[in-house]
């Protein structure tokens, strides 16, 4: 007796779980993105290595950002936070702020680690309204001649231009001791004696 063949409703069954397997296989192999394009990659963007103890190494931070105009607000022997203002626009505040700690290194020296966060800010004008009494329509808000103007942080980001980190990284090692900017100049020699005079008479 021959074999009696599949439907075709069978057949469309078999191929609609077939498709939904193949599906899920493929959601599982797939990767998900790192958020924002955060890779934890191996660039050294936001630290440096100093052969100095870290209270040196923030020490020579804390100059290199005081000599670019920054406001140092807090500040121990190994970590410090400081701040630069700008306004780009008439309506537009900007903060810079940056954090450094200085951690040592087993082998010697501190490594520096930077984060710079920048903040931005919009003025916001907000009305003051009276409510004034009318008879048949109840009440009426006016606006009233003064208002109050308020910054209002619209934006927040960290800072992730590597030139930026680096010169700073750079300016950092110039108040180091021992580099050409701190090296004092050396001693003025002691001038030698004036050479005996002629012998005068008498003498």
């Not at 469309?12 to 779980?17: G, K, Y």
């Not at 934890?40 to 100095?52: A, I, K, L």
């Not at 009233?144 to 980190?165: M, P």
């Amino acid at each position: 007796m021959p074999a009696t063949m599949p439907s075709r409703r069978s057949l469309a069954l078999a191929a609609a779980v077939a498709c939904s397997l193949a599906a899920c296989g493929s959601r599982q192999d797939k990767v998900e993105p790192p958020p924002l394009g955060e890779t934890f990659g191996p660039e050294d963007t936001y630290s440096r290595t100093y052969p100095v103890a870290p209270a040196t190494a923030c020490e020579a931070t804390r100059r290199a950002l005081l000599g670019q105009g920054y406001v140092i607000g807090t500040m121990t022997t190994d970590a410090l936070e400081a701040t630069k203002s700008f306004q780009p626009e008439a309506e537009v505040h900007t903060q810079l702020n940056v954090r450094a700690t200085c951690v040592p290194q087993a082998a010697g020296g501190s490594i520096v680690f930077l984060n710079a966060v920048q903040d931005r800010y919009a003025l916001k004008t907000q009305s003051n309204s009276a409510s004034v009494g009318v008879s048949m329509i109840g009440s009426v808000s006016l606006p009233v001649g003064s208002s109050n103007a308020n910054l209002v942080r619209v934006g927040s980001n960290t800072v992730q231009n590597q030139d930026f980190y680096q010169r700073f990284f750079d300016r950092v090692a110039s108040y180091l001791p021992g580099t050409p900017d701190m090296v004092a100049p050396p001693p003025e020699a002691d001038s030698p004696p004036d050479p005996p005079g002629p012998d005068l008479p008498g003498q």
